[in-house]
């Protein structure tokens, strides 16, 4: 065990055992017997007292019972040693520095020097009443006691690192005695530490944090700052400026990995020269949002908070404090994308794909690419995704009215969507409030969703196709089912991930890639649709290659309702 991991036991087990014991140890180092048995007689009544002539005796003592020992009473002036060099001496180690230790002398000169050696009060010789002396001797003790309890609760037990409450504390702490000087907030985390739990078991994983926890903690010792753990994988550093932060990321990844060289990785994020105006947490927060732009990345293991990043939030700030106002004055707007089936001569219309947009008064038309992984973070895509269906459903209505005709429109379905135990009746309102048929509305689920929790999601799939929907699996191939799992889950229509149109047809592209996808539906005897399909080769290569249907700019963007008519009407 860490030397950390011991003291942090022992402050616990100690205050147990003195607790039980009920009498508080004090020691007293005093050579003189009158004193001695003076001071005794005061503290008997109350505590267990134990007495030292000489420093070395003393050091005996505490050396045998320093973890039971509430309080040292120190007289200066001992025959062999100075009762400074026992309180150095004290203060060296670990253990024998939590006792606090009352001086015990008749020279004022001496206070001064003990207070900055450590000695947390002084009492002058000759003694004071009684009352005083046993009213010292009780405060000191009760003080240290609730500072054993508050360093006990502040730490972390696995890396003896402050935990994140107290943390944040000490860091206000830390600007308020540092406040002019340029300080930075770092944020470290463990890449797919998850994994790293589920491959080497959570025995392992401690040690791989027990071990961060160590450099880190040698890292502020030698640099100054203040650090937690904040939980599980993630570290937080607050410290002084500095420019460059690769050392500090070498050193942690070499102290986590042990003896394993590259096994484990450690990404670290930089708000550098924190604006002290932000809130401690929020400052966090952006070293946080750093780290996660290399998430992903192989060879980068230091990314830095940047006004580039900034005005990202900024903006996703904003898009997600404007979603209410949107839905309700109706800023979404629905396009529909045609599906052809290229397999006959001619292509014919076989489908549309509902994609929202949004029409913001003042930002411009923006990307669902932007806002959807955005709310789908925090829950809201469910509220946008139900908007949107019952658009695209009211807009199926009114096609079967004029012109008369329609195709099956498929929506987006999110994971979060996924998880709602309410999606399959939510599904039945939307279809049974317009007059549809199930057929007329087809969900498009996107590969990784299925790996999120394979078995409910297989449970509500199936439930939905029992009710009468057609089950598109969206983005296949990129990159999380393995095609084991492919083939034991339902569904009706696979549909190609676009990075295999753009890579097959990209310079030195190749279309093997397609060819055994093409082949994985046929096996499973569902269609197999291609989108992001741009130009008529891409199209007659797709065709040539097995695929059964193509959606793409080669036959139209996604448009408004209105245009898309014309589809409906040819
Ligand atoms: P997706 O479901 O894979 O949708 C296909 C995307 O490819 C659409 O982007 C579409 O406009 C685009 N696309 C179609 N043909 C071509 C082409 O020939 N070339 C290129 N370069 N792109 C093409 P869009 O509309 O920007 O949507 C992006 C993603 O946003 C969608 O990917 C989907 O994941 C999500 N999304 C869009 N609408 C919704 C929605 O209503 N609900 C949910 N949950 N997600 C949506
Ligand atoms: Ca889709
Ligand atoms: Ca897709």
């Not at 409450?165 to 702490?173: L, N, P, R, S, V």
């Not at 929202?356 to 992984?373: A, D, N």
């Not at 049974?432 to 990784?448: K, M, P, Q, R, V």
């Amino acid at each position: 065990m860490s030397k950390a991991g011991m003291s942090m036991d022992y402050a616990g087990e100690d205050r147990e055992r003195v607790a039980a014991m009920r009498k508080r140890q004090v020691l007293i180092v005093e050579d003189e017997f009158v004193n001695r048995e003076i001071l005794k007689a005061y503290l008997e009544p109350e505590y267990e007292v134990l007495c030292a002539d000489t420093g070395g005796k003393a050091r005996e003592m505490i050396r045998a019972g320093f973890d039971t020992l509430s309080l040292i009473l120190l007289d200066l002036n001992l025959p062999d040693l100075h009762g400074m060099d026992i309180l150095r001496w004290l203060r060296e180690d670990v253990h024998f520095s939590k006792i606090p230790v009352i001086v015990m002398t008749s020279d004022k000169e001496s206070e001064v020097e003990s207070l900055t050696i450590g000695a947390v009060d002084f009492i002058t010789k000759p003694y004071p009443m009684p009352k005083v002396i046993q009213a010292r001797v009780r405060r000191i003790i009760e003080l240290n006691e609730t500072r054993d309890l508050i360093r006990e609760t502040s730490r972390d037990h696995l890396t003896g690192l402050f935990n994140r409450e107290y943390f944040f504390h000490y860091a206000e702490q830390y600007d308020h005695f540092h406040g002019e000087e340029p300080t930075d907030a770092v944020v470290m985390d463990v890449n797919h530490f998850r994994m790293i739990n589920e491959r080497y078991g959570k025995a392992f994983a401690d040690e791989v944090l027990r071990r961060i926890g160590i450099a880190v903690k040698a890292f502020v010792k030698q640099n100054g700052g203040v650090a937690c753990r904040r939980e599980a994988d993630r570290f937080l550093v607050y410290c002084p400026h500095r420019a460059d932060y690769t050392a500090l990321a070498e050193e942690v990844t070499a102290a986590a990995g042990g003896g394993m060289k590259g096994k484990i990785r450690i990404r670290l994020g930089v708000y550098s020269g924190v604006d002290k105006a932000v809130a401690m947490e929020q400052r966090f927060d952006r070293a946080k949002s750093a780290a996660d732009t290399i998430r992903n990345s192989y060879n980068v293991t230091v990314a830095s908070y940047d006004d580039a990043l900034h005005e990202k939030e900024v903006y996703a700030e904003r898009l997600l404090d404007e979603f209410q106002e949107a839905i309700d004055q109706k800023q979404f707007l629905v396009f529909f994308q045609p599906k052809f089936d290229i397999r006959p001569e001619k292509p014919a219309l076989c489908g549309a794909e509902a994609l929202v947009r949004w029409k913001h008064p003042e930002l411009g038309m923006i990307s669902p690419g932007v806002f959807i992984p955005l709310f789908e973070s925090n829950g809201l895509v469910r509220e946008l995704d139900h908007y949107v269906w019952r658009e695209a459903a009211a807009q199926i209505k009114a096609w079967k009215q004029n012109p008369g005709k329609t195709v099956p429109v498929s929506i987006n379905v999110s994971r979060v969507d996924m998880m709602d135990p309410d999606l399959p009746e939510i599904l039945r309102g939307l279809i049974e409030d317009n007059g549809l048929a199930y057929g007329d509305l087809h969900l498009e689920i996107t590969e990784s969703a299925y790996t999120q929790d394979a078995k409910q999601i297989a449970d509500t799939v199936n439930t939905l196709r029992d009710m009468g929907f057609v089950i598109e699996m969206d983005d296949f191939g990129s990159g999380y089912s393995s095609l084991n799992m492919v083939t034991t889950l339902p569904i009706d229509v696979l549909k190609l991930d676009m990075g295999f149109v753009r890579s097959a047809f990209s310079e030195g592209g190749d279309t093997r890639m397609i060819r055994v996808i093409v082949d994985i539906a046929r096996s499973l005897n569902v269609p197999m649709i291609a989108e992001g399909v741009e130009t008529k080769e891409q199209m007659l290569a797709l065709k040539e290659l097995g695929c059964d249907i193509v959606q793409g700019y080669y036959f139209s963007r996604p448009v408004p309702a209105n245009e898309f008519e014309a589809f409906l009407k040819a």
